[in-house]
């Protein structure tokens, strides 16, 4: 029986390290050979009688300077954000961005990652995690080219940005217990299967409640399934956040706080409040998260959290990068296999959004007694 040719006698033969003859036989054209590397490769190849697989056409060789960004949505600034840091440094290094905007459909998620065999980019970035369908593709593509995801779903077996949402939900509960809000709410988009970050953050907010025994007074209200179905609007989850505060309100349920999945919601529950006559922080406070630039600017100053996401685009595109020089600058023997996992710390920004529970509130209470 004959002996299957490896690389690894190839680059015996031709007198190249292995990682080189890969890279060669499969026509990995975002790292460069001379031509005289490359008929040594190939001809060694061929008098082995290994079968060289076709050249890409001109048009795929032109995708090696091409980025591609998978996007569920491009109507929150969270990922126009993701996508400003991504953008910054492919810009740095010569490279182009192509944005695939799945809307959460499952379908288009499907329809992009089969192009990704005729597309052949550079590098893959997932702004999000992949669907749970189709997570063995992502990672036989990302076995073939660089693929970073922005996430902190464990089960990802390739590069990633992590983010714990426990921590973050957990912060923004901590805030509020600190400032003696002991009856609050949580509102946010449809926590299903598919969106299972929300619920953690959700979780880890609920977690610091229990701890203090009051689990029993969070009040949890998240939209209908339907709002991720439809197609996102700008204003969908500003429209979320206004529409379950009115919600909220019309119960009579009492509340000295709400926090905001994102800070666009917020944004809903603070107006939603202000039509109603109660004051934000007087009456009720009002945290958000994700530190988008309108709430630097807005004039009511939102309280939020920070968890870097400009910079978690930057690092995703550079680990992108990262993988593509050593790819590059390989004098081993065997290509390279480094992981690259990176982890922000989320931070508190107190703004003008959260104050101590209403002292006036607690006057009165205390007048009721002594009488």
Same mark, same amino acid.
């Given at each position: 029986?004959?002996?299957?040719?490896?690389?690894?006698?190839?680059?015996?033969?031709?007198?190249?390290?292995?990682?080189?003859?890969?890279?060669?036989?499969?026509?990995?054209?975002?790292?460069?050979?001379?031509?005289?590397?490359?008929?040594?490769?190939?001809?060694?190849?061929?008098?082995?009688?290994?079968?060289?697989?076709?050249?890409?056409?001109?048009?795929?060789?032109?995708?090696?300077?091409?980025?591609?960004?998978?996007?569920?949505?491009?109507?929150?600034?969270?990922?126009?954000?993701?996508?400003?840091?991504?953008?910054?440094?492919?810009?740095?290094?010569?490279?182009?961005?192509?944005?695939?905007?799945?809307?959460?459909?499952?379908?288009?998620?499907?329809?992009?990652?089969?192009?990704?065999?005729?597309?052949?980019?550079?590098?893959?970035?997932?702004?999000?995690?992949?669907?749970?369908?189709?997570?063995?593709?992502?990672?036989?593509?990302?076995?073939?080219?660089?693929?970073?995801?922005?996430?902190?779903?464990?089960?990802?077996?390739?590069?990633?940005?992590?983010?714990?949402?426990?921590?973050?939900?957990?912060?923004?509960?901590?805030?509020?217990?600190?400032?003696?809000?002991?009856?609050?709410?949580?509102?946010?988009?449809?926590?299903?299967?598919?969106?299972?970050?929300?619920?953690?953050?959700?979780?880890?907010?609920?977690?610091?409640?229990?701890?203090?025994?009051?689990?029993?007074?969070?009040?949890?209200?998240?939209?209908?399934?339907?709002?991720?179905?439809?197609?996102?609007?700008? !204003?969908? #989850?500003?429209?979320?956040? &206004?529409?379950?505060?009115? %919600?909220?309100?019309?119960?009579? =349920? @009492?509340? /000295? *706080?709400?926090?905001?999945?994102?800070?666009?919601?917020?944004?809903?529950?603070?107006?939603?409040?202000?039509?109603?006559?109660?004051?934000?922080?007087?009456?009720?406070?009002?945290?958000?998260?994700?530190?988008?630039?309108?709430?630097?600017?807005?004039?009511?100053?939102?309280?939020?959290?920070?968890?870097?996401?400009?910079?978690?685009?930057?690092?995703?595109?550079?680990?992108?990068?990262?993988?593509?020089?050593?790819?590059?600058?390989?004098?081993? !023997?065997? #290509?390279?296999?480094?992981? &690259?996992?990176?982890?922000? %710390?989320?931070?508190?920004?107190? =703004? @003008?959004? /959260? *104050?101590?529970?209403?002292?006036?509130?607690?006057?009165?209470?205390?007048?009721?007694?002594?009488?």
């Amino acid at each position: 029986m004959r002996k299957k040719v490896t690389s690894t006698d190839i680059a015996k033969a031709a007198g190249v390290s292995q990682a080189t003859v890969s890279m060669v036989l499969n026509k990995k054209y975002n790292v460069s050979f001379s031509k005289e590397t490359i008929q040594k490769v190939e001809q060694a190849a061929r008098d082995m009688g290994y079968t060289i697989p076709k050249r890409r056409s001109q048009k795929s060789q032109k995708n090696s300077r091409l980025i591609v960004v998978f996007c569920p949505t491009l109507t929150n600034p969270y990922y126009v954000m993701l996508l400003q840091g991504i953008e910054t440094v492919a810009k740095e290094k010569g490279y182009g961005v192509f944005v695939c905007n799945t809307q959460r459909e499952l379908k288009m998620e499907e329809q992009y990652l089969k192009m990704m065999h005729s597309v052949s980019p550079a590098g893959i970035i997932y702004t999000c995690n992949p669907s749970e369908a189709f997570m063995e593709q992502v990672e036989e593509i990302a076995g073939k080219i660089p693929l970073v995801v922005i996430s902190n779903r464990e089960r990802v077996k390739v590069d990633a940005i992590n983010q714990d949402n426990t921590k973050v939900g957990s912060l923004m509960a901590r805030h509020l217990l600190n400032l003696g809000h002991r009856e609050v709410a949580f509102i946010a988009p449809p926590l299903t299967k598919r969106q299972e970050q929300r619920s953690r953050r959700v979780e880890g907010f609920v977690r610091e409640y229990e701890k203090k025994g009051l689990s029993q007074s969070v009040i949890i209200k998240a939209a209908d399934d339907i709002w991720d179905e439809v197609l996102p609007s700008v !204003d969908s #989850e500003y429209r979320i956040g &206004y529409t379950l505060t009115k %919600e909220l309100l019309a119960e009579k =349920r @009492k509340v /000295t *706080a709400i926090a905001g999945l994102n800070d666009m919601i917020a944004f809903g529950i603070i107006d939603a409040l202000q039509e109603e006559k109660l004051k934000v922080p007087g009456d009720v406070s009002v945290i958000g998260c994700d530190n988008i630039i309108f709430g630097r600017m807005s004039q009511m100053s939102l309280t939020t959290i920070e968890h870097f996401v400009p910079l978690k685009g930057r690092d995703a595109c550079d680990i992108i990068m990262k993988k593509i020089e050593s790819a590059h600058n390989t004098y081993s !023997d065997t #290509e390279p296999t480094s992981t &690259y996992h990176i982890e922000y %710390e989320p931070k508190l920004i107190v =703004r @003008k959004t /959260t *104050a101590y529970v209403n002292s006036k509130r607690k006057k009165k209470k205390g007048k009721k007694k002594i009488n």
